[in-house]
Antibody, heavy 122, light 107 residues
Framework: QVQLVESGGGVVQPGRSLRLSCEAS????????MHWVRQGPGKGLEWVAA????????DYGDSVRGRFTISRDNSKNTLYLQMTSLRVEDTAVYYC???????????????WGLGTLVTVSS | DIQMTQSPSSLSASVGDRVTITCRAS??????LNWYQQKSGKAPKLLIY???GLQSGVPSRFSGSASGTDFTLTISSLQPEDFATYYC?????????FGQGTRLEIK
């Protein structure tokens, strides 16, 4: 069965850095694009970043572009999110999600991790 | 960015009711629209993809439809486990965006 397990969250001061990981299992990791989606306390869902299945292309939301970097290691079945210059408003639960895109269909997120909480506070 | 506007923001209904949630896109997104259900403290779950495709394992009481830039999620007969927050999601153009959510509560 497909599983996505995030780790690396915690409490960090503004301006500091943090790296999140998402370990995938139960499917061929290298065949699917991956995304990070976050949810601030009591708020809705916000897309953060995406990476193609082979890592050749990435994209970011405006609120994190230039501060966050998404990457993946297909040999380790692991997705990463390097977060720098963290702000109080980056406080959220961060989910990794699998892109279900196949030829003839559209991007949707068919599997999600349980999420990891990042709290940015002084 | 494409704005996705859901209505209503919250809704009270009873078990057995038929419920409809609407999502309007600020421009054409063709059928690039997905629906997710999120229960408190849990990750979102994909219900409907490409406007009307029922995700594997999702009960058939859930359905989706589209008319131009308006999209609808319908639950034909509410069950106790359906009380949750529902989000629409457009994947037509970057950045992908979500609606603000519709909270479905027990009346």
């Amino acid at each position: 069965q497909v599983q996505l397990v995030e780790s690396g969250g915690g409490v960090v001061q503004p301006g500091r850095s943090l790296r999140l990981s998402c370990e995938a299992s139960g499917y061929t990791f290298s065949r699917h694009g991956m995304h990070w989606v976050r949810q601030g306390p009591g708020k809705g869902l916000e897309w953060v970043a995406a990476i193609w299945n082979d890592g050749s292309k990435t994209d970011y939301g405006d609120s994190v572009r230039g501060r966050f970097t998404i990457s993946r290691d297909n040999s380790k079945n692991t997705l990463y999110l390097q977060m720098t210059s963290l702000r109080v408003e980056d406080t959220a639960v961060y989910y990794c999600a699998r892109d279900n895109w196949i030829v003839g269909s559209i991007t949707s997120y068919d599997y999600w991790g349980l999420g990891t909480l990042v709290t940015v506070s002084s | 960015d494409i704005q996705m506007t859901q209505s209503p923001s919250s809704l009270s209904a009873s078990v057995g009711d038929r419920v409809t949630i609407t999502c309007r896109a600020s421009q054409s997104i063709r059928n690039y629209l997905n629906w997710y259900q999120q229960k408190s403290g849990k990750a979102p779950k994909l219900l409907i993809y490409a406007a009307s495709g029922l995700q594997s394992g999702v009960p058939s009481r859930f359905s989706g439809s589209a008319s131009g830039t308006d999209f609808t999620l319908t639950i034909s007969s509410l069950q106790p486990e359906d009380f949750a927050t529902y989000y629409c999601h457009q994947s037509y153009s970057a950045p992908v965006t979500f609606g603000q959510g519709t909270r479905l509560e027990i009346k």
